[in-house]
Every structure is written in C-alpha cells, then in structure tokens.
C-alpha cells in the first residue's frame, strides 16, 4: 500500500516579508549597497587587498541576480511537464554562483601575482578611512549573512542559506583584508599589500569550489545522514506497538520541498484500513517538521516470523518468537535496504 501526502496539509501561513523571493531581492540590493562602499574604499586608497575584496563583491552581485532568478521558478508550482517542482533549480543556481566566485578568485589571484611585480599604487594617506569602511562592511555582512542563513532554513530555501553563509564568508575574508593592511599602515611594507590580495583569491577560490561541490551534491540527490537522522527521530516520535523495522528510505530535497519514500512493516493480521491508518499518522508527523509541500509516499509490509523478535505488539497472535530487541531508530536503520535493522544479525 502506497500513500502519498502532498496535500493534506494546509500551506503554512508566511508573511510577506519572509518569502524566499523577497528575501532574494533583499540580498540583491544588499550586495549592491555593500559592493558599492568596498569601491568607494577601493579608490580612495588603491589598496590591492580592497580591490580584490570589492571584486569578488560584484561577482556576488552576479550570482545574487542569478539566486534571485532560481528563487522566482522555485516558487512556481508544479505542473504536468514538472510533476515533482522546480526546486532542482536552485541548485544549479549554487553551482552556476560557485562557479563565477571561482572565476573571480583566480582573476583576484592573478591580478594580485602582477601587482607584485608593480610600483605600489597605495595612498597611505586615506588608509585609516578606508579600513573603517571595510571595518562596517565585514559586520554588516556577518549580521545580514547570519540573518539569511536562518531565515532560508526556516523557508527551507537552499539558495537563501548559501547566499548567507557566502555573505559570512566574507565578512571573515574582509576582516582578513583588514588585519593584513592595518600591519601595512604600521609597517609601511607596501608589498604587503598585493600579497594579502593573492591570498584572499586563494580562499575565494576554496569558497567556490566548496559551493560548487555542495550544488552537484544536491543535484545528484547525495544522501544526507543529518536528514536520515532528523526523519527517524520523526518516527520514533510517532511510534506506535505493531509498528517495526522502517527501512529503505530515500529522501532528497528539491529547494523548498523534501520528498521521503520509505518501508514500514505492520502486523500481517491487520487489517488495510489499520496499516493505512498508520501511514497517515506518519505523513502527519513528517508534514509538521518538514512543511506542507513535503511528499511522502510509504510502503506498508506485512511482518514475518523474523520480525518477531523486533516487534513490540502484546498479546499477537501469530508471534513465534520474544521480543529480543526494542531501540530507538535511527537514520542508519531506517536506510537500511533490508526490514532488519544493521544492529540485527541475519537468522
């Protein structure tokens, strides 16, 4: 038996405000205005180490407009050519932005290699007011960034918490650029300068790639414990005697919607109704963690004499053996492609 709960909950009531697509222009001008001020620090004292930082910012400005772009299909709903959504989108917007922040930090790598070769185009005179403005710069993006990343798991949105993380990214990165001018200022070693810009594209460039690795991830539907683990807490929490041995689940996430397709076994006295009943309470159960545009489809099993030992039913009246072992489930068990769990030797 097969059950399918797309829609027995009601949407979940959002405020404007905390829409995934409004929240995608807010990053958008928010990197615009931000982007803006490195620029401004950047020709005031032609610092190496700032343009660089204010380089990979109009990448962030590219990618924002992309996410923005990601985050108007994901929000459109299913239909007959896209039965499961357009939620995959949003991962090939993390991996079209991981690949641009790449881009940019082997071109800030690049220019910063030939600015060592060059006369130092620093004016020492305006570092002071420069390093303030990137000073309030790095703050407001570790303030805004950590904003973004709980208000996109909150929305369940893959492309607002990596948009998030990515804005705290760099805020470590400017405050980098920071400490490494303020020894320029008291040093005077203006070489300094584009070296500090050299390594700031090397860790642009590992923050791509992490990004781009995480999209593919989420585009070949790579399994993640965590959720595994998250879902069968979900199960023991709804567990009910008669219920054993969930396995072969499968999940992934499609942007705002988890799809869970899993095996559950039931007394093989019971009757349809009874077993549906069941899937129902665990749909339930599933929908209020994992939102109203979760899908779940459950497979309902008849038990056999091997699950005697695993199931906690009193008083069955086909039970062959004891129960010999009664444990919290957790997201290896319920993977498991058999109905034993792992912990369980095979009779």
Known sequence: ????ASNMQPARAVDEGSLPLTWGRNLLLFNLALTAAKIAAWWMTRSAAIFSD???SVANIATASLALYALWIAAKPRDKEHPYGHGKVEYFSSGIEGTLILVAGVTITVISVQNAFRASQLVEAKLTLGLGIEIVVALVLWAFGTLSVSRGKTLESPTIVSGGEHLRADAITTLGVVAGLVVVKLTGWTLLDPIIAGLFGLVVVRNGFLLLRDAIGGLMDEANPALLD???KVLERTRKPGWSTPHHTKVHRLGQT???????????????EQAHDGTEQVEVALCEVFGSRTDV??????CRPTSCSLCDLADCPLREA????HKPW????????SRLSPTVPSP
Do not use: C, K, Q, Y
């Open 230 to 232: 998250e879902i069968a």
């Open 322 to 325: 004891a129960l010999t072992l």
């Open 258 to 272: 988890v799809h869970i397709d899993l095996h559950l076994v039931f007394p093989r006295f019971w009757t349809i």
């Open 330 to 337: 957790t997201g290896t068990d319920i993977a498991a492609t």
């Open 1 to 4: 038996m097969n059950a399918s």
């Open 297 to 302: 489809m459950i497979h309902s099993e008849p």
């Open 54 to 56: 204010a380089l990979e």
